[in-house]
């Protein structure tokens, strides 16, 4: 229905995440929260107003973005900002897995 106010608590994306991981994983996202991980409409001038440092991170076997897009995208408006692929890590991986902490450290000592 157009023109109706959201309610902005309701859970409006769920996650099929096995019984029992709700407490260390997210079972859904409220409106508030999707739309808080959305870009805005003009990303690019989010990302040409970051300030500096600033490095992305980003699962090599992501299954929600184009890992291999990133660096081309992030150096069309700024060549300063690092990007690392890590090798094999999934989305979720990208927050979990010890591999993922190691860059992370790595990019942070640099």
Same mark, same amino acid.
């Given at each position: 229905?157009? *023109? ?5 608590? =309701? ?7 096995? &019984? *029992? ?8 996202? =409220? ?7 959305? &870009?805005? =409409? /003009?990303?690019?001038?989010? +990302?040409?107003?970051? &300030? ?6 980003? #699962? *090599?076997? /992501? ?16 060549? /300063? ?6 090798? #094999?890590?999934?989305? +979720?991986?990208? =927050?979990?897995? &010890?591999?993922?902490?190691?860059? +992370? +450290? ?5």
């Amino acid at each position: 229905m157009l *023109g109706m106010v959201p309610d902005y608590f =309701s859970p409006v994306l769920a996650f099929a995440i096995q &019984p *029992g991981m709700e407490k260390v994983m997210t079972p859904s996202y =409220s409106y508030r929260l999707q739309r808080n991980f959305e &870009p805005h =409409s /003009d990303y690019l001038e989010d +990302i040409r107003r970051t &300030p500096k440092p600033m490095a992305v991170l980003v #699962g *090599g076997s /992501d299954e929600l973005f184009f890992p291999d897009r990133f660096e081309p995208l992030f150096h069309s408006v700024r060549s /300063d900002v690092p990007v690392t692929v890590v090798p #094999g890590l999934s989305h +979720i991986e990208m =927050s979990l897995a &010890p591999a993922a902490f190691t860059a +992370i +450290i790595a990019e942070l000592q640099r």
